[in-house]
């Protein structure tokens, strides 16, 4: 007995980027895994930014999808379910300086108050809020306190 089989199977994947983790240095970027392509996982990224003693975090948001996750006033509430937090310090549980929940125009810098920064990304999956391409941000470094 015999047989004759073809096999014509293209294989096609995404390798997504790290979804968190610890960031250093005079400068950095991250972003959403997916970016640049659009994804409606489910994502839970935190990032914690760290740099020398004495200087402060600048964290710029670059690119920002219409996470869509305002309430009906426009605001970001603790509910929504897409946002970006930017926090002071090494916790997301810190006092949080900016939240990102809907497509911005004008998008201004956040800086720390310390050496430290925690950015958290939420995605809610599904079909129910679309596909999002998240985020594209940068950080920089600068001197906490400058002489007068």
Not at 105 to 110: F, I, K, N, Q, Y
């Amino acid at each position: 007995m015999s047989f004759d089989a073809e096999f014509n199977k293209k294989l096609d994947w995404t390798i997504f980027a790290d979804c968190g983790g610890h960031l250093g240095g005079l400068n950095g970027a991250l972003s959403a895994p997916q970016y640049p392509l659009k994804d409606s996982r489910t994502l839970n990224c935190d990032w914690h930014i760290a740099v020398a003693a004495g200087n402060l975090v600048r964290f710029t948001i670059t690119t920002l999808d219409d996470l869509n996750s305002a309430d009906s006033n426009g605001f970001c509430s603790s509910f929504a379910p897409n946002y970006i937090d930017v926090a002071e310090g090494p916790s997301v549980s810190a006092r949080i300086l900016r939240r990102y929940c809907k497509k911005e125009v004008s998008l201004s810098s956040v800086d720390s108050e310390t050496n430290q920064l925690t950015v958290r990304y939420r995605q809610h999956g599904g079909t129910h809020f679309g596909s999002l391409f998240g985020f594209l941000a940068h950080y920089t470094t600068g001197l906490l306190y400058c002489c007068t």
